[in-house]
């Protein structure tokens, strides 16, 4: 459906390259998509001047991180477990990862890292797993340490341990969930925060054990998410989407994938409990737009979101079968 292209794959880089200077955040929490936006737009075709105009415009609403520390992590060390969850440590943490991936490359690093972060994978709205992962897509290590970087600062544990699983199918194990929810009211924070917050129920905990997991749950959990996104056009569940695709870059590289994708569907599941009572399936009709009119209008556009959503679904459609990923795309690009 969408392949890189050539004649902007260096400028790309450069531009990553460019980018890594700046925060993970901005505005009081909001992650910065400068990156996974250039690596989106490249993806769907995007010429070299419209990547360069989308680059100079988002990156004024961006600030510098501070350069760490000089000096360079003794090579094997254990990834630093002490700094998760602390969001100024971001540039040591980014720093240990980018000399770890210098010494010792992509898949290996992953392979130690994600067994340790697999279990705060909500972090930051799952922005710091969404980043890693478009980083491999990429092929940049910067972008990689980056993702991990941030995904380790805003760490998100929702629980101590996992759930028993038992017989229950995905969306059936969600539907039920959903249901003791009906009555929660979300704060006004960011979507991590109300995680944090609905996390703390009882209610939640107890109803989180019984999912069947097996090679079909991760599907299961994407089309859900679609289905109730194109029912509500809601924002986290746009999150709940990008964040399946995230996933399924990240599982060849763990180690244990039952185990990061459980974690994964209890983050899942904990979004989707703190915003189901404001999931109101009154959002209209889709008007199904056709592939190319959903990416022209994705390539023009300037909301990040716009353009991350249309390139997952447009990657989903290629790997799961039916309509459901062209409707998604076209209930945001209407």
């Known amino acids: 459906m969408t392949a890189s292209a050539p004649a902007t794959d260096a400028l790309l880089n450069e531009l990553l390259d460019w980018g890594v200077r700046y925060e993970p955040e901005y505005s009081r929490g909001l992650s910065n998509h400068l990156p996974m936006s250039l690596i989106a737009l490249q993806r769907l075709g995007a010429s070299a001047e419209r990547l360069q105009a989308y680059c100079s415009s988002y990156a004024a609403r961006l600030r510098l991180a501070p350069v760490p520390a000089e000096g360079r992590a003794r090579p094997g060390a254990a990834v630093p477990t002490r700094r998760f969850g602390d969001v100024g440590a971001f540039p040591e ?5 980018l000399d770890e991936l210098a010494e010792h490359g992509v898949a290996r690093v992953l392979s130690r890292a994600l067994p340790v972060l697999i279990p705060g994978i909500g972090a930051a709205a799952f922005h710091g797993q969404i980043r890693t992962a478009y980083g491999i897509e990429a092929g940049h290590h910067g972008e990689i340490a980056s993702g991990l970087g941030y995904w380790a ?6 629980r101590d341990t996992l759930p028993a699983q038992g017989p229950l199918e995905a969306p059936v194990w969600l539907a039920a969930i959903a249901s003791e929810f009906n009555d929660w009211q979300a704060g006004a924070g960011l979507i991590f925060e109300d995680m944090q917050a609905v996390a703390l129920s009882p209610r939640l905990q107890d109803r989180l054990v019984g999912l069947k997991l097996d090679g079909a749950t991760l599907e299961q959990l994407t089309r859900f998410a679609v289905e109730k996104f194109v029912a509500t056009r809601n924002f986290t569940v746009l999150h709940l989407i990008t964040s399946a695709h995230a996933l399924g870059v990240l599982l060849p590289y763990c180690d244990e994938p039952e185990v990061a ?3 994964y569907a209890v983050a899942f599941a904990t979004a ?13 009709e889709v008007a199904v737009l056709s592939w190319s009119e959903i990416i022209s209008r994705a390539l023009r556009s300037d909301d990040d979101h716009d353009v991350k959503l249309v390139y997952t679904c447009s990657q989903l459609a290629a790997l799961y079968p039916g309509p459901d990923f062209l409707r998604a795309a076209s209930a945001r690009m209407q």
Do not use: E, N
């Open 93 to 97: 943490l980014r720093r240990y990862f």
């Open 153 to 158: 600062a805003r760490y998100l544990r929702l």
């Open 261 to 263: 994708l459980h974690w």
């Open 272 to 284: 989707l409990a703190a915003v189901h009572s404001s999931l109101h399936s009154d959002a209209g």
